[in-house]
């Protein structure tokens, strides 16, 4: 049995609830803020239901006042349908869960079961791990929010470098989803040739251009009644930015050639490496549609925000290599350079170095010589937040990683785990001078 402190200022809720949790529980309601806050102090409670939208002090001063009790208290927020945002904002600053109103007893139990309502329990082993792997602090607030978001209608922006997971975030939601039963088509912007665009998207009828040989549904409509993934959408043409977001506010497109509206129930997942709000200051992306996709967001970290989770990802990677490709063990040496790499290409890089590290290794032991021209041996370990530290250790990484691969760009793209687009912009960002790996780089891919 646990000792449940809920707070609402609206009495028949406080009623709904208590009928729901007694006898299994004991409760104790409070119909303000101030009242629930003082009950903290006087005494130890399990858990805490607590409506977000109350008059002051809200569910937002009582989440941070169970916060700063020792230990904090568990607390699942409760809020009203249009308040998204906030519970979003609530789970950041520490909520386990949360309960969207008008919910049933079913949905209450469900989510008490989820965090293990009672003394002690770990609430995180109710939680699904939606493919992160990991127990550091940045991987569980991410799944925390996946769960969050998959219970919501919203589309959802996913930002994160290169090799984080974006994808994954996005097969999650959908999987997690009351959509789960219709289609989960995933587009990468970034392949995708400007003058195909609106065809790809939107479909088109026959006849309509030379090569229209038949008609085609473009993307949306092939994800009618599921999920569209968009990864790298900072690439989408600026020409075409106003068509979806018609598309995403009227729920429905034209194909090309047709005057025929065709109505779609599609929920859209955006992602971008990049900053979109700088590029909607720049006038890159337009605002409107930035906000439009901006619905619910999601920030992936980088692997060395979550560096504590490299033993558990390699043992991971390590797994999913069958027979004779298997290792043994990964030595503590070579472990000692995995965990002092700086990983620019983050998850995706890991994998491939650990792939390699392991045909190297033949069935035996991972050892720091089969690291070699992946992992730079005695590498200092970077800091989160050092960014100047990241983008110099990563230009070199890339420069290494080129000219061993002698210029290739497509060869050193899957070598560092990015696609070769994203390692084209990174190479222009930096403006190589000939004489550079990029220059070599242009001129060896004329070969195909």
Request: glycine share 10%; aromatic share 4%.
């Amino acid at each position: 049995m646990a000792h449940i402190l809920a707070v609402d200022d609206e009495p028949l809720a406080l009623r709904f609830l208590t009928g729901i949790l007694v006898p299994e529980h004991q409760v104790t309601v409070c119909t303000g803020g101030a009242r629930a806050m003082a009950e903290l102090t006087k005494r130890r409670y399990d858990l805490v239901l607590a409506d977000l939208n109350m008059p002051p002090p809200d569910g937002f001063e009582v989440l941070r006042h169970a916060q700063r009790m020792s230990p904090p208290v568990p607390v699942v927020v409760i809020s009203a349908n249009d308040r998204a945002r906030a519970v979003i904002e609530a789970i950041r600053l520490g909520a386990r869960d949360f309960i969207m109103k008008p919910a049933t007893a079913e949905e209450i139990q469900s989510v008490l079961a989820r965090i293990g309502a009672t003394p002690g329990a770990d609430s995180d082993a109710a939680l699904p791990d939606f493919g992160f792997v990991g127990r550091s602090p940045a991987i569980r607030e991410v799944r925390q929010l996946l769960a969050l978001l998959a219970r919501s209608p919203e589309n959802v922006l996913v930002h994160g470098e290169t090799g984080t997971g974006k994808e994954l975030v996005a097969c999650a939601l959908h999987e997690h989803s009351s959509r789960r039963a219709g289609p989960f088509v995933a587009h990468n912007m970034a392949a995708t040739p400007s003058e195909l665009a609106e065809s790809m998207f939107f479909g088109h009828l026959r006849g309509t251009f030379s090569g229209a040989t038949a008609d085609r549904a473009g993307l949306f409509e092939q994800a009618d009644g599921g999920t569209l993934f968009l990864d790298e959408i900072d690439s989408f043409p600026m020409a075409l930015q106003a068509k979806l977001l018609r598309v995403l506010e009227c729920g429905s497109i034209q194909r090309i050639g047709s005057g025929t509206e065709v109505r779609l129930d599609v929920r859209v997942i955006a992602a971008s490496a990049t900053d979109l709000c700088d590029r909607v200051a720049r006038g890159a992306f337009r605002a409107d549609l930035f906000y439009r996709l901006n619905q619910l967001q999601i920030s992936l970290p980088s692997l060395r925000e979550r560096h504590e989770d490299i033993p558990a990802l390699v043992a991971q990677f390590m797994a999913e290599l069958a027979g004779p490709q298997r290792p043994s063990e990964v030595s503590p040496a070579a472990m000692e350079l995995l965990l002092a790499h700086g990983w620019p290409g983050n998850c995706r890089e890991l994998r491939h170095a650990v792939r390699r590290a392991a045909l190297v290794a033949a069935g035996g032991p991972i050892l720091p010589g089969h690291l070699s021209g992946w992992v730079p041996a005695g590498a200092p370990a970077l800091r989160a937040g050092s960014n100047e530290d990241l983008k110099t250790f990563e230009h070199q990484h890339i420069l290494e990683v080129l000219e061993r691969s002698g210029g290739n760009r497509s060869r050193a793209a899957r070598l560092l785990g990015v696609d070769r687009g994203t390692l084209a912009k990174k190479l222009k960002t930096w403006s190589l001078p000939g004489g550079l790996p990029g220059r070599a780089a242009e001129e060896s891919d004329l070969g195909g």
